[in-house]
């Protein structure tokens, strides 16, 4: 196994992993203890949405600070939780793309700090690879799979051979799902982040207004939500000039049933097609009740292995960077003390 030259630490076959899982890409900062890539010691996650709401969304600038802030209090917190110290680690694992570049910086600087003063191997990790991996905290993978990753930044359909293998069959073309959710939220007058406000809402609401689907081109896997935005906003719009007034858990119904009946049959395309042998639900949209729904029931009448992971791990979070990072050190892929930010790091 190649391990940076800088790092004395050789791990014992036999002998626990412990991987520390470190997490700043957006708004959360968290930092993960995981055994042998599966076990969860501990997940500290401290989320910054509260200071960010009052401007509407992530203020690049203040996320920087407040994982500075918090870089190490939250550390030393993951690793009293699992009850082990920096000498027990076996490989920090650290997400270093995409995301916003001042806030990746931080836990990128953190990590490679910790690796060098401490002699521990070094690994990247792809965010969008930690949030797949989420899912294997919670069951082993069967390959080939399919995972559907939704969250603020991404949309994609995400084919796996193997461990570390991710072919995008598919990915939006402008909006994110999360994008989309957040932007009809603030035409709703909702708090951001909004996801979690529609949702709610679409559940009181009837789905009574017939948005459009966007579908794309005949076997096309690529996503498009910005007609459907705009379509919710021309409605609020038309309503409004008219002096009427739409019930705003109907628009949400309306608008959750055009992203989730899109999301859930080009996802049950791709499962056919490829046939796969399981099925993964990643990313923040991941904790959209209606979608998770919509893929049990889908999952079930078509007989296919679903995994959703826990609400808990669905939101960035720490643990499924460290269980990424994990495939990487078993492979020998370790990073140098030169591993950057990339806000724009490809997937495959
Ligand atoms: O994965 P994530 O935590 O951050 C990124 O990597 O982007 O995803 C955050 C996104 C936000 O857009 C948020 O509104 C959305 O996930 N989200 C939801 C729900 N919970 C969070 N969207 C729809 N329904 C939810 N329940
Ligand atoms: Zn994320």
Not at 194 to 218: C, M, N, Q, T, Y
Request: hydrophobic share 45%; aromatic share 6%; with cysteine.
């Amino acid at each position: 196994m190649k391990i940076n030259q800088w790092s004395q630490k050789v791990h014992e076959p036999g002998k626990p992993c412990y991987i520390l899982g470190i997490e700043t890409s957006c708004d959360e900062t968290s930092v993960a203890v995981v055994r042998d890539g599966v076990e969860i010691l501990s997940n500290v996650v401290s989320s910054q949405v509260d200071i960010h709401k009052r401007f509407g969304g992530v203020v690049p600038e203040i996320a920087s600070r407040r994982h500075v802030e918090g870089i190490t209090v939250i550390l030393q917190e993951a690793l009293d939780t699992a009850k082990l110290t920096l000498d027990d680690v076996s490989a920090i694992a650290v997400t270093y793309g995409p995301g916003l570049v001042g806030a990746l910086l931080v836990g990128v600087s953190a990590a490679k700090s910790i690796a060098f003063a401490k002699g521990i191997p070094l690994i990247g990790v792809h965010h969008i690879a930690g949030h797949i991996y989420a899912n294997r905290l919670v069951k082993e993978m069967q390959f080939p799979l399919l995972s559907l990753v939704v969250s603020g930044g991404h949309t994609e359909l995400v084919y796996m051979k193997e461990h570390g293998s991710f072919d995008i069959l598919g990915q939006t073309r402008d909006d994110a799902a999360g994008e989309a959710y957040d932007k009809v939220a603030r035409s709703l007058s909702l708090p951001y982040p909004g996801g979690p406000h529609i949702d709610r809402l679409a559940h009181v609401g009837k789905p009574s207004i017939p948005f459009p689907r966007s579908w794309l081109e005949a076997g096309s896997y690529d996503f498009s939500f910005s007609g459907l935005k705009s379509a919710v906003l021309n409605a609020l719009h038309n309503a409004q000039q008219r002096g009427e007034t739409l019930e705003p858990a109907d628009v949400a119904a309306s608008f959750q049933a055009s992203v989730v009946e899109v999301l859930v049959e080009k996802t049950f395309r791709a499962v056919k097609e490829y046939d796969v042998k399981q099925l993964l639900l990643a990313g923040g949209v991941a904790a959209n009740q209606g979608l998770r729904n919509e893929l049990l029931k889908r999952s079930e009448t078509e007989n296919v292995d679903l995994v959703i992971p826990p609400l808990s791990l669905c939101t960035d979070n720490a643990a499924m960077i460290a269980a990424a990072g994990y495939i990487k050190f078993q492979k020998g892929e370790f990073a140098e003390l030169d591993l950057n930010a990339v806000p724009g790091l490809p997937l495959s």
